[in-house]
């Protein structure tokens, strides 16, 4: 009758409607999950502060592995050619400043005159003369250092593999010599001479402990 067919034509079309509003529904949830992941996740207050943001564990690895590969290639004159080389300089420089300063600064002495054996050693202790005619770079157990080149040939340093040798790699470690003593760390170098005690010598392992931390 007629009338049937006016009731089922209005429930087919109910039905459509139902059935399209359920597609729609799903459509825009699967739509609002995608923007949700895609939302970066609200960080905690960094110890900065307010408007600083603190990192996930591994976010700030990576911000510290990107750090310092960056500075190794363009860092100061100690640092630019890489730690393992860095450290190597340190050691040779402390060896310079036991030489000229370390072992010439004595508690009895004034202040006036451990500033000026101060002075005068850290201008010795960078001088080209002071360190081997020719360096080298050699390769002992993966790790990197600088070294005589005469020695690196005989057996002064075991079983070494030598990476590169050139004038140029005296002058890298001359110039980290100075950085260090200085620039980098005068004031400390300074403040360590003037605080030794009556009878007592300049301590003999500063630069191990500086070295270990470059």
């Known amino acids: 009758s007629y009338f049937g067919a006016l009731q089922s034509l209005i429930f087919m079309s109910v039905w459509r409607l139902l059935l399209v509003g359920l597609i729609l529904a799903t459509a825009f949830s699967d739509v609002e999950k995608k923007q949700k992941k895609k939302r970066p996740k609200k960080r905690a207050q960094g110890s900065l502060g307010p408007g600083s943001e603190a990192l996930e564990k591994e976010e700030a690895e990576e911000l510290l592995r990107s750090y310092k590969e960056s500075f190794a290639k363009d860092g100061d004159p100690l640092r630019k050619h890489g730690l393992s080389l860095a450290c190597s300089a ?10 000229t300063v370390a072992s010439k600064i004595k508690g009895k002495m004034t202040e006036e005159q451990k500033r000026a054996t101060f002075a005068s050693g850290l201008q010795a202790a960078c001088v080209e003369d002071a360190f081997p005619r020719q360096l080298a770079v050699v390769e002992r157990d993966g790790k990197e250092f600088y070294a005589d080149w005469q020695e690196a040939l005989g057996s002064q340093h075991g079983k070494v593999s030598v990476k590169r040798m050139s004038p140029e790699l005296k002058a890298e470690v001359l110039a980290g010599c100075r950085h260090l003593l200085r620039v980098e760390q005068r004031e400390a170098l300074l403040r360590k001479v003037l605080a030794t005690p009556k009878g007592a ?6 630069f191990e402990k500086l070295c270990e931390t470059t």
């Open 90 to 99: 340190c050691q040779m420089t402390g060896k310079r400043f036991q030489a």
């Open 201 to 206: 010598f300049l301590e003999a392992t500063i």
